[in-house]
């Protein structure tokens, strides 16, 4: 069989915290591993005027504190100041401010910003990628319009005609910015058109492209795939876990695309209620019962609305599951900051506003967004938990109420 002419071309869509280390550790791989991948990673950023301050290695005296775009920094300074400082990136992330640009030429699209600016991106790019493109969603949230809810990878899949896969686990970026070691799980069924047989040919009867296949919910979808061409190497789990494996994060490779999206975009309801439970000044042995509470809700949730595709070891035996539950209600973002909100007596969002320097609270929006599907199809009571944070988060509920769920 000849060797391929063309190699995986990749770009990171989003460059906040977690975006910029992704973008770090996917371009650390495509160095290493030269067959499979182009070298060259671009990294899509969201431009913005930054002050480099005086006390950074990077201040120039002679533009002083003038505003300095955000992508020149990064390209010239291999530093997202703002939103991963003191950590050096590789030279081959190229940050672009064109977002068609950015995705162009690329077949491997990893998506990895706040879930509330999913739809717009979408709509950007649609038609201007390549038509064999795929994806990997490292969004945590999910997306509601009236009262349908869809996982984001599956948005993302459907908006831009191409399959998309989804990564999730207990992943705090600064840890893995700094090389300290951890786990992930990455979803991604290989479509069968991209399958490669022995004799090199695809997987499919006659290489012809899907055009129908099964959603998360077990419901027939029509998205016309473009299988990927023979000039590329294959992509299937190897080629994935190859490019997101490094000696400080291990991938484990599922099916799952429910579990790992769900387990990642609900815990963050539960961390933001562990925080409130936190900042109250109740302890660990209170935030426990909130999370076994919390994930409770969440398997509940999984088997109501994704009755025949759910695989509930996710929560069991997956980063994605218990472990993403664990560090997200000790030591992340949502739990830090709703501790803080309850500890200083102001709303939450304020503290997103005035405490996060543009990084986002994913909890907040997830929130709103889960109450109020469930308000629509008159399930909310039945996911007491969820209830209550949402109503603590807009004012109309006491976080010393928290107990009562837990009354018989
Ligand atoms: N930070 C972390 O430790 C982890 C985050 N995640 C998930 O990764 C996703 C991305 O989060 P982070 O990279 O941490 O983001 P972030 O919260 O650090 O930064 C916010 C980002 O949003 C961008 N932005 C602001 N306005 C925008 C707009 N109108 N359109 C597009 N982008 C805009 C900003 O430029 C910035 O890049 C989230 O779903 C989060 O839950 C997952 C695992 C770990
Ligand atoms: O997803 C995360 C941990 O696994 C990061 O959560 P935060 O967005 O709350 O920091």
């Not at 319009?145 to 005609?161: A, N, V, Y």
């Not at 709103?368 to 004012?395: N, Q």
Request: include cysteine; glycine fraction near 8%.
């Amino acid at each position: 069989m000849a060797s391929p002419q063309r190699k995986h071309k990749v770009t990171v869509i989003g460059s906040g915290n977690w975006g910029t280390t992704v973008a770090k550790l996917v371009a650390e791989n495509t160095r290493e591993h030269p067959d499979l991948f182009e070298e060259e990673v671009q990294m899509w950023v969201y431009e913005e005027e930054v002050v480099i301050p005086s006390s950074s290695p990077h201040f120039d005296p002679e533009i002083g504190e003038k505003p300095q775009k955000l992508t020149s920094i990064i390209n010239t300074h291999h530093e997202n100041v703002k939103y991963l400082p003191k950590i050096k990136l590789p030279t081959n992330i190229v940050a672009n401010p064109s977002l068609v640009d950015a995705v162009k030429d690329s077949n491997i699209l990893i998506f990895n910003l706040p879930h509330e600016f999913i739809g717009n991106i979408c709509k950007q790019i649609k038609g201007k990628i390549l038509p064999y493109a795929r994806g990997i969603s490292c969004i945590k949230g999910v997306t509601v319009t009236d009262d349908k809810i869809e996982l984001i990878c599956e948005f993302i899949g459907e908006q831009l005609e191409i399959y998309c896969g989804a990564l999730s686990g207990a992943n705090i970026a600064s840890e893995i910015a700094n090389e300290m070691w951890c786990e992930t799980t990455i979803a991604y069924n290989t479509p069968p058109c991209d399958k490669r047989a022995v004799n090199g040919t695809n997987g499919t009867a006659n290489g012809e492209p899907v055009e129908e296949h099964l959603d998360s919910r077990g419901q027939i979808i029509r998205t016309k795939l473009t299988p990927l061409p023979h000039v590329y190497p294959p992509l299937d789990h190897a080629e994935i876990s190859a490019l997101f494996s490094r000696p400080y994060f291990t991938v484990s490779m599922v099916s799952d695309v429910v579990g790992v999206s769900l387990g990642g975009a609900l815990k963050n309801i539960v961390a933001i209620a562990c925080g409130f439970v936190e900042g109250h000044g109740w302890n660990m042995t209170a935030k426990t019962a909130v999370m076994r509470r919390g994930m409770l809700e969440i398997i509940q949730f999984a088997r109501e609305f994704y009755p025949q595709t759910i695989q509930e070891k996710t929560f069991w035996e997956e980063s994605a599951g218990w472990g993403d539950m664990i560090v997200s209600c000790t030591s992340a973002r949502n739990w830090r900051y709703s501790k803080m909100a309850v500890e200083r007596g102001v709303p939450i969002e304020e503290i997103e506003r005035t405490e996060l320097n543009g990084q986002k609270l994913q909890g907040i929006s997830t929130s709103r967004e889960v109450s109020s599907f469930l308000r629509a199809r008159g399930a909310e009571d039945r996911y007491p938990l969820f209830k209550m944070v949402s109503g603590i988060i807009d004012g109309k509920v006491k976080v010393e109420d928290i107990p009562s769920l837990f009354r018989k």
